[in-house]
């Protein structure tokens, strides 16, 4: 993806996962949710203050974020879909703990 985002703007693959019933069974599209968990692919450099400083982004490349629903523009590149976010739609960013090392 050849892309970067101004001011406080984010650019994100949406991760879209199989949603299975407790019962094994797969969801089909149509019945699931919007997701809300995507993967950052580029941010911009930060909003600005009044005193016109740039404001440091607080999510990085790479980070799993949960987004606000409805939120983002979504577009479509090189046959992948994307969606634009201000840093402001993202709720959390996703942390895995690593697997401990056995002693």
């Known amino acids: 993806m050849n892309m970067k985002p101004l001011g406080d703007r984010i650019v994100v693959r949406v991760i879209e996962e199989l949603e299975r019933t407790k019962g094994g069974i797969v969801l089909p599209d149509t019945a699931k949710e919007k997701p809300q968990e995507a993967e950052v692919l580029a941010i911009g450099p930060g909003g600005r203050n009044e005193k016109g400083e740039r404001i440091p982004m607080e999510v990085k490349v790479g ?7 409805y939120s983002g ?3 479509k590149q090189d046959d992948e879909e994307y969606l634009i976010l201000r ?3 993202v709720l959390a960013t996703v942390v895995r703990e690593r697997a401990k090392a056995r002693a």
């Open 73 to 75: 523009t979504e577009f």
């Open 63 to 69: 980070d799993r974020v949960i987004f606000a629903k």
């Open 87 to 89: 840093e402001s739609d």
